[in-house]
């Protein structure tokens, strides 16, 4: 099983530039999220979506947009990108009962420079 | 403002060793979760806790969950190198079904 697939694995940007890191599962789990994570800081929920065609903003939103126009995939995009968002992103996903026990699967993450 | 304070952040053993991790919230979870991280990897599921009171063990790892669901430990004893990682609680809140990460654990055990 692929699991959750995260694409590219690193990426340089410049200050300014826009970009899309992309996320994929094959587990038809409802619910599907984005995290960024710094030393220190543990995970941060960037945005999360609940199902297709239905996203919502978490801890951390600003600078960050998503869609989801299937089950499949969610991407992230970064509009203007920022020294700020240097950071490491995964995507996450479970079936939509995160508040019992279904636990999220994880990409291995994006790793994201911004200069 | 973090929402679920993890504790301590760096924690640096010998083997045989035993540790405990605490994770605190003023709020009210639905229920407690565990993961595990390796570099370059993402978090990986250990327990999940969903009652007040609950304690759930995994061969030398044991997970509580407060009575009041604010807060939870994981104890593990006689540590190994092989629990070296990155440990993480994860709140699940009733709101919109998020969960929400505290800082993280970093923990090195030294053969």
């Known amino acids: 099983n692929a699991g959750v697939t995260q694409t590219p694995k690193f990426q340089v940007l410049k200050t300014g530039q826009s970009m899309t890191l992309q996320c994929a599962q094959d587990?038809?789990?409802?619910?599907m999220s984005w995290y960024r994570q710094d030393p220190g800081m543990g995970l941060r929920l960037i945005h999360y979506?609940?199902?297709?065609?239905?996203?919502d903003q978490g801890e951390v939103p600003n600078g960050y947009n998503v869609s989801r126009s299937t089950t499949e995939d969610f991407p992230l995009r970064l509009l203007s990108a920022a020294p700020s968002q240097t950071s490491v992103y995964f995507c996450?996903?479970?079936?939509?009962?995160?508040?019992?026990?279904?636990?999220?699967?994880f990409g291995n993450g994006t790793r994201l420079t911004v200069t | 403002t973090q929402l679920l304070e993890q504790s301590p952040q760096f924690l640096s053993i010998q083997e045989g060793e035993n540790l405990t991790v605490y994770c605190n919230s003023s709020s009210v979870f639905s229920s407690l979760q565990w993961y595990r991280q390796e570099p370059g990897e993402g978090p990986v599921l250990l327990v999940t806790v969903v009652t007040g009171g609950e304690v759930k063990k995994l061969k030398r790892l044991t997970f509580q969950f407060g009575d009041a669901r604010k807060d939870s430990s994981l104890h593990i004893t006689a540590a190994q190198p092989g629990d070296t990682g990155l440990y993480l609680c994860?709140?699940?809140?009733?709101?919109?079904?998020?969960?929400?990460f505290g800082q993280g654990t970093e923990l090195s055990v030294k053969p």
């Open positions: 587990m038809n789990h409802e619910y």
């Open positions: 994860a709140g699940g809140l009733n709101r919109g079904g998020k969960l929400i």
């Open positions: 996450a996903s479970s079936y939509y009962r995160v508040r019992r026990n279904s636990p999220l699967h």
């Open positions: 979506s609940v199902g297709a065609g239905i996203t």
